[in-house]
């Protein structure tokens, strides 16, 4: 079944660890995104791709990093988590060609760093 | 710059009420626009979507929204909401650029009480 797929779903880490958020698509995707969303603040755009080898910073500057190696992953990487971190971050994906099109999400990472 | 504005932060109805969530943009070009819902731990999902055409967009679940592009509005409505409608609604807007990110306002928490 096609989908998008995050892990973990939630993750309660120390100061200082090294952690990777994983982000895989079914539906042969191009365009992945990564956004951040505070508690009952909007999403904000942190990491976008437009395909294989392709990564873009978004509007919101974060310390994390993002690398496309294949279509179907998008991982994202903190090399020192703080809990300034602390957030949930939402991974999406849309297919090619026009700009008219919908966006799907996976279920999120509920990221708390203590 | 695109922005979102939703004004409703937090939004208790009982069963059966109508409701009305208000969504203002600020981009007065041509625009793609968009209801996402979020209900309680699941992924983010679109809900309904304007391009272009028929300014009244009809959605899943019962909902519609309103184009209406001399006020930069568009609102979403839904005439006689259920207890299943408590979920977190997101209005969005596409962004101009290649990336096609989206660009979302703050979230209406809605909870129905039954």
């Known amino acids: 079944e096609a989908d998008i797929y995050q892990t973990p779903r939630y993750l309660v880490i120390g100061t200082g660890k090294k952690i990777t958020l994983e982000c895989s698509q079914t539906m042969g995707h191009d365009k992945m995104y990564w956004y951040q969303q505070d508690p009952g603040m909007e999403l904000h755009l942190i990491h976008y791709?437009?395909?294989?080898?392709?990564?873009e910073k978004g509007d919101l500057s974060s310390e994390s990093t993002v690398s496309r190696i294949r279509t179907e992953h998008f991982p994202l990487t903190l090399e020192s988590a703080r809990p300034s971190h602390t957030s949930q971050y939402l991974c999406a994906s849309s297919s090619p060609g026009t700009l008219n099109n919908e966006q799907f999400f996976g279920p999120g990472t509920r990221l708390t760093v203590l | 710059a695109q922005s979102v504005s939703q004004h409703n932060h937090h939004v208790i109805l009982s069963e059966a009420a109508s409701l009305e969530l208000g969504c203002n943009y600020s981009y007065g070009g041509t625009v793609n626009l968009f209801w996402y819902v979020q209900y309680p731990g699941q992924h983010l999902q679109l809900l309904l979507k304007y391009f272009s055409g028929d300014p009244l967009v009809k959605g899943i679940k019962g909902f519609e929204a309103e184009f209406i592009k001399s006020k930069f509005s568009f609102n979403l409505r839904k005439p006689s909401v259920q207890w299943s409608d408590t979920a977190e609604y997101f209005c969005?807007?596409?962004?101009?650029?290649?990336?096609?990110?989206?660009?979302f306002g703050t979230g209406t928490l809605l909870a129905v009480q039954p």
């Open positions: 791709s437009y395909g294989v080898n392709s990564t």
């Open positions: 969005a807007v596409n962004s101009l650029d290649a990336t096609n990110k989206l660009i």
